[in-house]
């Protein structure tokens, strides 16, 4: 019945780790984002993928990398990981052809130490 | 300067009185307007959205759009306790793919 997931909900790591979150929607939607929402709820899209394909990439550390292995699915590694990472990220997803209303995942609590 | 600015807050509204939220935009090119909700510690919810200037109403939300003045608001009548949360302005830009940009958000805080 979940129609934007996310694993995992939370995420404790230390400085210096990689690590991976994952998102799957089974709205059958052709587009998918990563959002980073900071400490002052300020929500900043990341990245976006339309059918497997990258269509936006804003200005952030080339730490993160997502894939996205179908349009199902969007993946987001973060390597090094820094302090100032400490965030919520969400995905979403959306039907773009049709209209852009999004659909958000639960999120991931990220906390760096 | 910001492209979405709304007022932080906190709004505190009385039970039953109308909640009056304000979103101003930078990009003149935006067409369509979309107001999300999130509740503290939960994931945005699409609420609203509005294309045409004037009013959309959908139960105890309307959304009020002028194009001319950059400008966007959203109204809750009747207020409930239900409604306490913060309700994100999230214009759509005018690069081809047509990413929302959010606002910051204004907390609204609905007192029994």
């Known amino acids: 019945d979940t129609a934007v997931s996310q694993t995992p909900k939370y995420l404790v790591t230390q400085m210096g780790n990689d690590k991976s979150i994952k998102c799957e929607q089974n709205?059958?939607?052709?587009?998918m984002y990563w959002y980073k929402q900071d400490s002052k709820k300020f929500l900043k899209i990341m990245f976006s993928?339309?059918?497997?394909?990258?269509?936006i990439n804003e200005t952030v550390p080339n730490r993160f990398s997502p894939k996205s292995p179908d349009k199902a699915h969007l993946n987001l590694h973060i390597n090094s990981l820094e302090l100032g990472d400490s965030a919520v990220y969400f995905c979403?997803?959306?039907?773009?052809?049709?209209?852009?209303?999004?659909?958000f995942g639960p999120g991931t609590r990220l906390t760096v130490t | 300067q910001k492209e979405v600015e709304q007022n932080s807050g906190p709004l505190s509204v009385p039970e039953g009185a109308i909640a009056s939220l304000n979103c101003t935009y930078s990009?003149?090119?935006?067409?369509?307007f979309f107001w999300y909700r999130q509740y503290s510690g939960k994931s945005p919810e699409l609420i609203m959205f509005?294309?045409?200037?004037g009013d959309k109403e959908d139960g105890r939300f309307t959304a009020q759009l002028n194009k001319a003045s950059q400008y966007v608001s959203l109204l809750i009548r009747d207020s409930q306790p239900s409604d306490s949360a913060t309700y994100l302005c999230?214009?759509?830009?005018?690069?081809?793919?047509?990413?929302?940009?959010f606002g910051a958000g204004t907390q609204v805080v609905v007192t029994p």
């Open positions: 979403a997803s959306s039907v773009v052809t049709t209209s852009y209303e999004q659909y």
């Open positions: 709205l059958g939607h052709d587009t």
């Open positions: 993928y339309n059918n497997k394909e990258l269509i």
């Open positions: 990009d003149r090119g935006s067409q369509s």
């Open positions: 509005i294309y045409s200037n």
């Open positions: 999230a214009p759509q830009g005018t690069d081809s793919w047509g990413k929302l940009q």
